[in-house]
């Protein structure tokens, strides 16, 4: 066991949870209330109810729910869809799993996959979420070096150390009270497995900015500040629209009258049957002009236009200008950048589900995983009717693209719909072509 390793992969993980327990709290619209100072806070105590506009999530799920993985090729691009393959993913539950890895790495900047053999020697694919585990890295090829996995179960701290050439299972003696005081020595080993992959079965799955940005970077993070000041200008409308909700009156040429203490007494009651009125010739009664909130909302649709640029949100997923678009191009021209942003996704996690999916094959066949091609496949994270993806597809199969080709890359069938629409058309051209198949199997 390497307990240096342990050590800088603890405390890599106790460093980096406050920053991501912060994005979480945006994540749920639960952050505090931010302008606010701590005077005006403590008075307020808990008169003030957090009015949150949940751009953040919505930023990170409107690109996660266009990251839908269809299939897998292995042997090069020019490859029929690996059907075998898709089905032990599928055994897995990795299509709903994959889709909670690019969520948690689109908000937190990176996720995790770990893939291992059951006792059977199938393979087994877990998510992990980043509040969990830390990797270490090669400086030069940037390749994963080694991973902890750390967790609570009750009060005893648990975690797994994965190397190249072992499996270590840990457990710390002390009693954890306080999931924030996981210890970063002192584990003891309780079981090691030799690891057969030659490779760290954890597998990151990283929103990488920038080449230097190893552990990714939120998709919310340009705009928390923005979300912040959104929340805040709304808040100020509210408490505007309940201050003046009630109409403001005046009255000139009164006696103002007081009471025991010196108090003045109010002269009329706010009931709303009363009818003010007073003996003196010289009274006027008046009403102040109610207080006007378009300046609230033409801040707010300013800061809601900043979160749209910034975030590549049509207007139309953000609420601005009203009416959605009247056409398809018109959608389509809106969503130009969320599009150009999930195909860019495409290739940056497509590198992360091709290294899990050989080490899938690795483990089901006994092989190098290094030795393995694999391509995943995506479908289109374009909007489009399905009369539109139809014309598309005939026109593609018109100049000679192949069927298969054409139903998973353009319709984004998986290999299973693939290989049925393709058993269905050979069934089609044979009772054309009048031919018996019982007589066939007969003779």
Not at 100 to 120: E, M
Request: glycine share 6%; hydrophobic share 45%.
């Amino acid at each position: 066991m390497n307990t240096t390793t342990i050590k800088a992969l603890s405390e890599k993980l106790d460093t980096t949870v406050p920053k991501l327990a912060e994005l979480d709290a945006y994540w749920s619209g639960q952050q505090p209330a931010a302008f606010l100072s701590a005077e005006s806070r403590e008075a307020l105590g808990d008169r003030l109810r957090r009015v949150s506009v949940n751009f953040p999530r919505l930023a990170v799920t409107a690109l996660a729910e266009r990251l839908d993985l269809t299939g897998f090729r292995t042997g090069g691009a020019d490859a029929e869809p690996d059907a075998d393959l898709w089905n032990v993913w599928r055994r897995c539950g990795m299509e709903e799993a994959s889709a909670q890895a690019h969520v948690d790495a689109l908000a937190y900047g990176r996720s995790f996959v770990i893939v291992w053999a059951d006792s059977a020697g199938a393979p087994v694919v877990t998510v992990e979420s980043p509040l969990q585990v830390a990797v270490t890295r090669d400086p030069a090829s940037r390749e994963v070096t080694a991973a902890l996995k750390r967790w609570i179960d009750g009060s005893t701290a648990r975690a797994v150390l994965y190397e190249r050439d072992a499996i270590s299972v840990l457990v710390h003696p002390g009693t954890i009270v306080d999931a924030a005081a996981m210890p970063s020595t002192g584990w003891t080993v309780t079981e090691t497995i030799p690891n057969p992959l030659g490779v760290v079965p954890v597998v990151p799955v990283v929103n990488r900015g920038r080449l230097l940005d190893v552990d990714g970077v939120s998709e919310m993070a340009d705009i928390l500040d923005l979300a912040d000041a959104l929340n805040k200008i709304n808040s100020d409308m509210l408490v505007t629209s309940e201050f003046y909700a009630r109409p403001r009156r005046w009255a000139t040429g009164l006696e103002v009258v007081e009471d025991e203490d010196g108090n003045p007494v109010k002269p009329f009651s706010a009931a709303l049957d009363d009818v003010w009125q007073s003996e003196a010739v010289d009274t006027k009664f008046g009403q102040f002009d109610a207080a006007r909130l378009d300046g609230y909302a033409d801040a707010a649709a300013l800061i809601t236009q900043q979160i749209g640029a910034l975030t590549g949100l049509p207007p139309h997923y953000l609420g601005l200008h009203g009416d959605q678009p009247a056409s398809a191009d018109a959608i389509r021209s809106a969503e130009a950048s969320l599009v150009a942003r999930a195909y860019a996704l495409h290739r940056t996690f497509g590198t992360a589900w091709a290294s899990v999916a050989r080490l899938m094959l690795a483990v089901r066949d006994g092989v190098d995983p290094r030795t393995l091609d694999v391509e995943p496949m995506w479908a289109n994270p374009e909007t489009r009717t399905p009369a539109q993806a139809a014309d598309a597809a005939a026109k593609l199969v018109g100049v000679g693209v192949p069927l298969s080709v054409v139903l998973a890359d353009t319709l984004g069938m998986s290999p299973e719909q693939v290989e049925r629409v393709r058993a269905a058309r050979r069934g089609d051209a044979l009772d054309s072509a009048g031919v018996d198949l019982t007589k066939l199997v007969a003779s």
